[in-house]
């Protein structure tokens, strides 16, 4: 299982980025993928996931509205579009594993954002939002 991010880079606040991550080594066929991000001096946090089989989704509040997960099964390709960013965005944004299997909808939630949840972690990538 490998996860490889890219996308990141230094932009104004109220611009958008994009965020890529690669997945090999297995299919996104009935998995689920989270994005997750660290700033510097605080825990990893978890952003966003999504269930593979049925497009469930979660977004924690803080970017709620702002970013949209996706995923795109035929590339093994896991996006995160990142619109209206503000400075508290900056961090190392990673993208992980949460399941390698199906999960119902309803457990699509806050809980699969732990950061001890994910099995598999990309490198990162940086995001730095000026004001």
């Known amino acids: 299982v490998q996860l490889v991010e890219s996308g990141g880079g230094l932009v104004q606040a109220g611009e958008s980025l994009r965020l890529s991550c690669a997945a090999s080594?297995?299919?996104?066929?009935?998995?689920?993928i989270g994005w997750f991000r660290q700033a510097p001096g605080k825990e990893r946090e978890g952003v966003s996931c999504?269930?593979?089989?049925?497009?469930?989704?979660y977004y924690t509040d803080s970017v709620k509205g702002r970013f949209t997960i996706s995923i795109d099964n035929a590339k093994n390709m896991v996006y995160l579009r990142m619109n209206s960013l503000k400075p508290e965005d900056t961090a190392v944004y990673y993208c992980?594993?949460?399941?390698?299997?199906?999960?119902?909808?309803?457990?699509?939630?806050?809980?699969?954002?732990?950061?001890?949840?994910?099995?598999?972690w990309g490198q990162g990538t940086q995001v730095t939002v000026s004001s």
């Open positions: 080594g297995f299919t996104l066929d009935d998995v689920v």
């Open positions: 992980a594993v949460e399941a390698l299997h199906y999960i119902p909808r309803a457990t699509v939630g806050p809980g699969l954002l732990a950061p001890g949840v994910p099995d598999y």
């Open positions: 999504i269930s593979s089989r049925d497009g469930s989704t």
